[in-house]
Structure formats: structure tokens, C-alpha cells
């Protein structure tokens, strides 16, 4: 294969402002058989194959080197694999789809306002309540990951399939690890932000596989296209 794949949104407004960005530094995206099509072009580069997939399937094959450079957003590359973030690139932060991974409690835990509060709160949680902590999220692997630098071992997650945010009020969890822009839904719900609680800033970036395979055409063709964004990175 001589050519290289660019992966983009598929759908919603994560589609319409990454082809605008493209636009922008003038290159357009065409999706010729229209939004069922997975196929598309990239105008200017005709060695470009465009490739329209949900953004966390753009993050996954990212990482396993299946796709060549990709527009998905920072937390899912950390939220895929523990591997994400060593197995791309990030050329470029796009400026859109900005949101924060927090962790948020229940207002009327008072005394809990750092992440240090939390741990001491864990630890005394089962012979409090003989159980774990719960934690309801989507973000399993990001959550530990934080969780286990903050020294917080004794919980459990559970994992949120609908609104994270109900998840205290209806008795599913005792605090989660949710996305947020505004905070204006998790005060809504009667939950803040620890003082230390973002985890993670993201937003949609345009990544470069590491485990790819570039063969000197394909690596030539990769700095072309970037050199033409103004954009740099180191493989």
C-alpha cells in the first residue's frame, strides 16, 4: 500500500468541524456516496484515503496501527488502551470539542474537596457502609489510572451505560468520573468538582499512529501532508 489513511468523525458536529478545519488550511474532505459512505477523498491529495468512523473507533485503530492519522478527541486515546498515549502522535489540538474528565462528589460531602479527602473517605467506606465506594463512569481505564496515583484503591466502578450524572441521586454509585464543558449538569444534579478533580482536559486533536507501518513512501507522504497543514511531529 503506497497511499495514506485519514480517518474523521462520521457524523454530528464533530464531522462538520473537522471538515472545516481542513477547509480551512484548504484542503476538503468529499464523502461522495453521501453520510452511508465510508469512503471519501481528501481534495489536494490524492493519495490520501479518507475513512469516516465513530471517533472512539478512530482512537482504537490509532492505536493498533490500522489506520494511518485520525481526528478523535484526546480522552478517548487515554481512554482506549493504558497504550493510547504512547501509541500516537498528537500533530495538532483542533480547538473544538473542548470537555474536562472530573471527578465530581455529592454536594453535601463537605469535608471532601480534594482528591486526599477522597482516599480517606475509600478507606473508611467499608467498615462504614460494608461495602466498596461506587463509582459509576464510562471511563474505566482513565479512573484507575488517576484513582491508583491518588492512592485510592479500596472501590468499585460501575459502569454507566446511560446519564452519569443521575447516577448518586438514584443510589447506582456514590460519586463518578464524568465529561463535562460547564459543570452546569453536575451542579444540576447536586454534584461538584474536586478542587484537584480534573483528570484529564481533552479535546479533538488530529493523530499520527506510531504502530502503523510507514514505508518511506508512506512516511513521505505523511510529512507532505503535514508539512501543508503547518504541522510538525515527532514519530
Known sequence: MSGITLAVPSKGRLE???????A??????????????YLGTLEGAPDV????FPAAEIARELIRG????????????????EQGPRAVSIAAELGFGNADVVVAVPDAW?????MHDLA????????????WMRVATKYITITRQHFARAGIAE?????????????PASGVADI???????????AANGLRVLEDGVMLQSQACLAVSRTAEWSPEQTKLRDQLLGQLKLKVKI
Open 16 to 22: 462538520e468541524l473537522t471538515r472545516d478545519w481542513f
Open 120 to 131: 480517606d473517605v475509600a478507606s473508611d467506606f467499608r467498615s462504614r457502609h460494608g461495602r
Open 49 to 52: 484515503t479518507v475513512r469516516f
Open 66 to 81: 490500522n489506520i494511518d492519522l485520525g481526528v478523535t478527541g484526546i480522552d478517548l486515546i487515554h481512554e482506549t488502551s
Open 155 to 167: 472501590y468499585r466502578t460501575v459502569e454507566s451505560l446511560g446519564a452519569t450524572e443521575a447516577a
Open 176 to 186: 463518578i468520573v464524568d465529561i463535562t464543558t460547564t459543570g452546569s449538569t453536575l
Open 24 to 37: 480551512s488550511r484548504g484542503f476538503t474532505i468529499h464523502r461522495p456516496g453521501g453520510a452511508r459512505s
Open 110 to 114: 463537605i469535608d471532601v474537596t480534594h
